[in-house]
């Protein structure tokens, strides 16, 4: 009996070849996988950022000593006898001098002080016309907060970048940024407190790229207005 089937096309010849083979490639590239290490662009992102308003201090309640007013003096009493003394004492005449001057006479003036004016700062959550971010000028007053926090948002995110070292070494956390608009509407004393020097850097970097603000005013005069935002720097 002649066997029909061609020898060349046996499926199962050399199949232990071809599996040991496809073994050896799937380990290998699953060796491969494991080893790889990458940074997506993607793998920070940027927390909603809310203004924090500051906190107002409380003021302790002492209760004030008061003390009892001092006892009247005693009455004097009135001599009963009246003793007649003569006047035999010579006054002596005492000169007053005018007070006029001269035109020719140098009237001396003393150096005359002029205290400066107290520096007042006056928060945001409190003051009567914010700071105007450039892009809402032409807002309604009432909305000027609103569009101040959305313009400082947009500013943080534009400008926002993950420092490598912090990436590298798994760093993450909340950094507060305080700072001052100043009279002339330009930002002033930024100070940061964070986990890290280097989120510390970066939130300081991203705060003195702000512009020039219209500086908020009290009463019709343009005062120094304190600022605090919170940047917070996750990875995924």
């Known amino acids: ?27 290998f590239i699953s060796w491969r996988l494991i080893e790889l290490k990458t940074y997506e662009k993607d793998q920070f992102d940027y927390e909603s950022i809310l203004v924090e308003q500051d906190e107002e ?11 009892p007013p001092p006892p009247p003096p005693p009455p004097v009493q009135a001599p009963t006898e009246i003793e007649i003394v003569e006047d035999e004492e010579e006054v002596e005449e005492t000169i007053i001098e005018s007070t006029e001057t ?26 009567e ?7 809402c000028e032409n807002v309604d007053k009432d909305q000027l907060r609103n569009c101040f926090q959305e313009q400082m948002n947009k500013h943080i995110r534009r400008n926002f970048r ?10 993450q ?7 001052i608009i100043s009279e002339d509407g330009s930002i002033t004393n930024i100070r940061m407190r964070g986990p890290d020097k280097n989120l510390e850097g970066e939130a300081k970097r991203i705060i003195s790229l702000l512009p020039a603000m219209i500086p908020g005013k009290q009463r019709g005069r343009p005062v120094r207005v304190p600022f605090s935002i919170p940047i917070v720097f996750r990875l995924q």
Do not use: H, W
Not at 102 to 127: G, K, S
């Open 162 to 171: 993950y420092p490598e070292i912090s990436q590298e070494m798994g760093i």
């Open 129 to 135: 016309d914010v700071p105007v971010f450039p892009g």
């Open 57 to 67: 201090e409380e003021i302790p309640l002492t209760e004030q000593i008061k003390t």
């Open 1 to 27: 009996m002649e066997i029909k089937k061609n020898p060349r096309v046996d499926l199962n010849k050399n199949s232990a070849l071809y599996f040991v083979i496809g073994l050896c490639l799937m380990l």
């Open 173 to 179: 956390g909340r950094v507060l940024v305080n700072f």
């Open 102 to 127: 001269d035109r020719d006479e140098i009237i001396e003036v003393e150096d005359v002080t002029i205290e400066e004016e107290e520096i007042i700062n006056v928060p945001f959550a409190v003051i």
